[in-house]
Each structure stands twice: as C-alpha cells, then as structure tokens.
C-alpha cells in the first residue's frame, strides 16, 4: 500500500506542476507580451506542461490499473470531465508545438490570440479536473 500511495502521490506532483506551467505560461504570455523571445520561452514551457499533464493522467491509469488490475470507477460527470481535458491536452499540446514552430515573425495580435486560446485551454483542463476529482 505504501509504495502505491507513494506513486499516486508523486504523480499528482508532477501532474500539478504541469496544470501550473500550462495555465501559468499562457497568462504570463499575454501579461507580459509583446515579447518575442520571452513568449517563446513560455511556449516551451507550455508545451513541457501539456506532456507533463498527459504523462501523469496516463500514469495515474497505469498504477490503478497495475493494483487493481482494472481502472478506477468513473461516474458520468467524471468521464465527461475526464473527455474534457482529455481533449484540452491534445489541443494544448498541438497547439503550443504549432505556436514553437510558427510564430516567429508573426503579427502580434495573432500570437495574443493563440495565447488566449492556450490560456482557455489550460482554464478548462484545471476547471474539469476539478470536476473529474471530484465525480471519481
């Protein structure tokens, strides 16, 4: 039970992490744009969040999986939660690796406006996490 308990744990950090630099990258970019290099910074950061977030979401099956050979038990609202930042994270992460190979020497109102989806992006993932949590 420790060694499981310690997996979960240690999964959720590197999961809240990435829930941090997702939504916390993306408001940083439009606060402190127009700034070329620093939203390409971001962008990275961004885009290291959303592997982060699927990494851990897939790990977290992974260990309920290997103890108790099945996944957890979901209710409705929480596989919707669930079809929701499932959907945000792909988005996300495409979207931030479009942005990295895109960007340079775009206008600036074009990359605020792929910095607003991406903060959307990251506001809806981390509002239906709560939703999942709590329907799980």
């Known amino acids: ?3 499981q308990n310690i997996s979960y744990a240690l999964t959720q950090v590197v999961h809240n992490f990435g829930a941090s630099a997702v939504l916390g990258g993306a408001v940083a970019a439009l606060w402190l744009a127009p700034r070329p290099e620093l939203e390409r910074a971001l962008g990275w950061l961004v885009l290291s969040g959303w592997a982060a977030q699927i990494a851990s979401g897939a790990a977290f099956g992974v ?9 957890p038990d ?4 929480g596989t919707v939660a669930l079809v929701i930042k499932l959907a945000c994270a792909a988005s996300g992460f495409s979207l931030a690796a479009f942005y990295l190979l895109y960007a340079r020497g775009k206008p600036q109102a074009w990359r605020r ?3 607003m989806i991406m903060t959307v992006l990251g506001g809806t993932a981390l509002t239906a996490a709560a939703f999942l949590r709590w329907y799980s």
């Not at 260990?63 to 996944?71: L, N």
């Open 63 to 71: 260990i309920s999986f290997y103890y108790y050979e099945q996944f």
């Open 113 to 115: 406006c792929i910095w």
């Open 74 to 77: 979901i209710s409705f609202a």
């Open 1 to 3: 039970m420790y060694i």
